[in-house]
């Protein structure tokens, strides 16, 4: 779960975000045009140094999926150790994202 107090300075700065829980995992779909924005709140503000992993479904034969692939990236903050897992979805035929550095 994330700090109440990072949730809220998420949700200020892009009112927009789908948020979700699951078995203590604070998720957040993110549009995939806003993640170098919102990764640069995450780490300049919120505090997340740690990014520990990436990965990305391809929904191409998911029923009901109205997107094709899904990134998925799961970050820290080793301070607090908040854990948060941002999403965005990318279509053909141009599946591109900003690199997260």
């Known amino acids: 779960m994330i700090d109440p107090k990072t949730q809220s300075a998420i949700v ?57 692939f899904g990134l998925v990236y799961l970050l820290a903050n080793t301070t607090s150790n908040e854990r948060l897992t941002v999403r965005a979805f990318v279509n053909e035929p141009d599946p591109v994202v900003p690199s997260a550095v």
């Open 12 to 68: 200020q700065a892009f009112g927009s975000i789908a948020w979700s829980e699951f078995r203590g995992q604070t998720r957040a779909v993110v549009a995939a045009g806003e993640l170098a924005s919102v990764f640069e709140l995450l780490r300049d503000t919120c505090g997340f140094d740690l990014l520990v992993d990436i990965t990305c479904v391809d929904y191409l034969n998911y029923r009901e999926a109205e997107d094709r």
